[in-house]
Nanobody, 120 residues
């Protein structure tokens, strides 16, 4: 199983970006899908999560600006980021809890990270 993130880049403050993260491989079920980020010199923080049922949760710092969604048919999670601020600059990582085909247990998988840079 692999997670492939994409969509990062350089954007001016106030702009928008859309991140995508596609899961591939021998996937039985995907449970929660989450975006984390790590800014330079800071610890990793949860940005947003979406459950298999579509419930969402956001960090206070991004509420009202970011929207997480998922397409279960494509095994993909998205993060629409609007009204970006310089403090949103970070490497963004996707995370998914997945049960592989033929297995009973589930575990977390991580994408490779995609850099988002917001200029002032």
């Amino acid at each position: 199983v692999q997670l492939q993130a994409s969509g990062g880049g350089l954007v001016q403050a106030g702009g928008s970006l859309r991140l995508s993260c596609a899961a591939s491989g021998s996937i039985g079920s995907i449970y929660a899908m989450t975006w984390y980020r790590q800014a330079p010199g800071k610890s990793c923080e949860l940005v947003a999560t979406v459950t298999s049922g579509g419930s969402t949760n956001y960090a206070d710092s991004v509420k009202g600006r970011f929207t997480i969604s998922r397409d279960n048919a494509k095994n993909t999670v998205y993060l629409q980021m609007n009204s970006l601020k310089p403090e949103d600059t970070a490497v963004y990582y996707c995370n998914a809890v997945i049960r592989r085909v033929g297995q009973n247990s589930r575990r977390e998988y991580w994408g490779q990270g995609t850099l988002v840079t917001v200029s002032s």
